[in-house]
């Protein structure tokens, strides 16, 4: 088995192990089903598009909460020089990192499920944009965690990894709403920068390759600046 999938699945025993993972996860279930539900029966449509509106928001802190004892907590404990010194590269610590919480994010994900099945049982469901929607929310999520990933292998202190990545996350979260503030020249950056739009896109479940590039791109470079950053340490 590759060592990215053996550091997978030690993460995923952690999370399962401590009350850590059932604590957040029941806290984005009570936020998203109060605000799922509390829109639904205010605005009476029967539609996730209110379940999927609320979703960037909720990624900002949910990610920096999966990610932020990943590799802050290691260098802490000096756990991450032990894990070093066995024969798997940075590379695959990192990648073994973001998968255990990818795989945490999809149980969260697919705890949601229930609203549309709620949806499902109030009127018809408009499934292609209910699939793409989900889709977007594993490729937003995924970017999310990267950044927190990355956040996590900069400091020793969990917390201060949360506040990074939430910053960040927010950042490009906020850029998208102030595009029609910049000037013309920089609105195509803006928009393009922007993590909600691309979100947007796939929401209405219309999957343009310019949107999972945009996502693959931000884990990709989010990943290899983990890696990089764990790296440095051999310079020192």
Known sequence: MSPALVISRREIRTYFNSPVAYIVVTVFMILTGYLFFTQ?????????????????????????????????????????????????????????????????????????????????????????????????????????????????????????SFIVAFAISFSLYLIGKVTQFVPQSLQGLTSFLSIDSHFENVSRGVIDSRDVVYYLSVIGVCLLTATLSLESRKWR
Do not use: H
């Open 40 to 160: 639904l029966f205010v605005e009476k449509q029967a539609d996730l598009r209110g379940f999927f509106g609320i979703m960037p928001l909720l990624f900002m802190f949910l990610a920096p909460a999966i990610t932020m004892r990943l590799l802050a907590d290691e260098k802490a404990l000096g756990t991450l020089e032990l894990l070093i010194t066995m024969p798997v590269r940075d590379w695959e610590v990192v990648v073994g990192k973001f998968l255990a919480a990818l795989a945490m994010l999809c149980t969260a994900l697919g705890l949601t499920l229930v609203f549309a099945i709620t949806v499902r049982s109030l009127g018809p469901l408009d499934r292609g944009p209910a699939i793409g929607g989900y889709i977007g929310l594993v490729l937003m999520g995924g970017a999310y965690l990267a950044i927190g990933v990355m956040a996590s292998s900069f400091t020793r202190n969990s917390i201060v």
